[in-house]
């Protein structure tokens, strides 16, 4: 069975993951959150793989790309068998050693979007939060992580809009209002086709007025 797979990449704070979920209620397809995907193997005790995780998590060592790409592979061939075939990859590629190492092993991305948001929205998004690990939150580490991420973007956002699957989305405004402008863009990119209809009421600004209806990738 065929699958197509949908990067979603911005700064902390940028509001990818409640972006992701919302595309993924709506539009059925499937949400892959790198972050909390690696939390959730990082608390099995029983699995070698998952006790390595965590232990670079607790030591802020960066887990090996090589090591990331056969975890996202194993979890999306589970997820096909379970009937899934429209992946969005909430928070990848951190940079573009993992996006080439991605698209060598499984496949180009039929779409990447890229949310763009200023630093100071984003800081008081993130400073504002209330999780089980309040030290994700503190200001030198939204500094150091937010920074980092400013580095190593270019060169990710170069190469896929030379690609042409690029699709850039200011995300500092009010949620409702940041997706209804990436739902209207996704709509007219190539990438992408109508076949249902969504079932929020709020989302209906988002149809295109000839009466389309929702957002699934093209085979």
Not at 111 to 129: F, G, H, M, N, Y
Request: hydrophobic letters at 35%; one cysteine or more; proline letters at 5%.
């Amino acid at each position: 069975m065929s699958y197509n797979v949908v990067f979603l990449t911005g700064p902390p704070g940028s509001g990818k993951t409640v972006l992701a979920s919302k595309l993924a209620k709506d539009y059925g397809i499937y949400h892959l959150c790198l972050d909390k995907f690696l939390a959730e193997l990082a608390r099995d005790e029983t699995s070698p793989a998952g006790q390595a995780i965590k232990s670079h998590l607790e030591k802020g060592i960066p887990i090996p790309t090589e090591g990331i790409i056969i975890m996202l592979q194993e979890k999306m061939k589970m997820e096909r068998k379970n009937g899934h075939r429209d992946f969005l990859i909430d928070g990848f590629p951190s940079d573009f050693t993992r996006a080439f190492a991605f698209e060598k092993k499984l496949r180009m991305p039929s779409l990447v979007i890229s949310l763009q948001c200023p630093k100071e929205t984003a800081r008081d998004r993130v400073l504002s939060r209330t999780i089980d690990d309040q030290s994700l939150n503190d200001k030198e580490t939204f500094e150091t992580r937010f920074d980092l991420f400013t580095l190593k973007q270019p060169d990710v956002l170069y190469y896929y809009r030379a690609a042409s699957t690029l699709l850039e989305v200011v995300s500092s405004t009010d949620t409702k209002v940041t997706y209804g402008v990436l739902t209207a863009a996704l709509q007219m990119n190539g990438n992408w086709k109508l076949t249902r209809r969504p079932e929020s009421p709020d989302m209906q600004t988002s149809i295109d007025q000839d009466g389309s209806d929702v957002i699934l990738l093209s085979p």
